[in-house]
């Protein structure tokens, strides 16, 4: 195999030229609104699965972009998700993101009641002020808390990014949220991760930029 | 689907259980010494098909177990995958994980020449002293300027894991280094990331580490 020659700010563009090539020749054609984003979570993957597992609730990108316009913070379920957000557009647009996974307190707290870090991040997320977005790419348990804190009208996220991986508990708790009124983009299945929940956030930056990339 | 009872600690020992099983239905017989990580990835990304790609030269996992317990430094392409490895872990036995991809002075360079940041990040890593496993899950790029060093009797990287995702020049990338004479582990086909090149990273830690974790 040979290897092509291409400008490094033109492989991207390439790439997504060739998912684009190959969703037509599966004969797969996503609703216009959706395909920004389950493409670069292709891209990210190389994975055309993707393109029949991701689901949108009515007129989620839409309330994402206006969450994210007007600078709401996202939380993530893992330091390699936070890692991959373009945190220098998500700042311009007056946002930051967060993940509280991996602090002393949190994991302490989890230790002593013989619950995840996920649990104890969550928690500790629902008390930052304003809207928040929640990328949650590996612990279903992370979801589950979220869930729970709904029903018991104890917290509403604004938005549910939900693609934990996974084989234990990963499905069920993504299907907690498919008839809720959480607005979300999640990954049917047992698909997911850190690396996509940051893509689907880097697409909406991007969306939400008009393109314009710090 | 009903949300299972699993303690925090039993989940990871019982998605390794299902991923067996499921190895096991679908007739996969890995080689014995690359179980453990070959399933750590299936693990990252619930991917059956990473147990049909994944590739290893001739005595590659004790060649990175040894390089590890020396006390190897590893460097990654993202930060991502620099978020994703246990570095408590590598610690312990001695090594450093390092990305140069974000440096300021990188960028420059690579702007001034034309290049990718993979190219120059290369270039930076091959004068840390000591040997370098390279863990590459990001820029085919980073793989081909690393054979190109190599062709150029530049410089001789202990040990690659190279498991880049994309459509552009991803699998050629990978392929340059198939019959060469550094050992690997490489995900062969367009397949691969950051959270892959941390997964089998962590698995040759916890394996170096005989299972105890930081």
Do not use: W
Request: contains cysteine; aromatic residues 6%.
């Amino acid at each position: 195999m040979e290897i092509e020659i291409v400008k490094p700010q033109e492989i991207e563009k390439r790439s997504f030229e060739i998912i684009e090539e190959e969703l037509k020749e599966r004969g797969i054609v996503l609703p216009e609104k959706e395909v920004p984003i389950t493409k670069r979570v292709i891209h990210t993957s190389a994975d055309f699965s993707y393109a029949e597992t991701m689901t949108y609730s009515p007129g989620a990108i839409e309330q994402a972009l206006e969450l994210i316009k007007g600078g709401a913070h996202i939380v993530t379920d893992t330091n390699m998700a936070k890692a991959g957000i373009n945190k220098k557009t998500l700042a311009r647009l007056g946002g930051q993101v967060h993940c509280f996974m991996a602090d002393e307190a949190v994991a302490k707290e989890a230790k002593e009641r013989g619950v995840t870090r996920a649990v104890v991040s969550m928690e500790t997320a629902a008390r930052l002020p304003g809207p928040v977005i929640f990328a949650i790419g590996n612990a279903p348990t992370a979801l589950i808390e979220l869930h729970e804190m709904i029903e018991q009208g104890a917290y509403v996220p604004a938005f549910i990014i939900g693609v934990p991986v996974g084989f234990v508990n990963v499905e069920a708790a993504k299907e907690l949220f498919l008839d809720g009124d959480v607005p979300y983009i999640i990954n049917r299945g047992r698909k997911g991760g850190s690396n996509i929940a940051a893509a689907i956030c880097n697409a909406l930056l991007y969306l939400a930029s008009n393109n314009i990339r710090d």
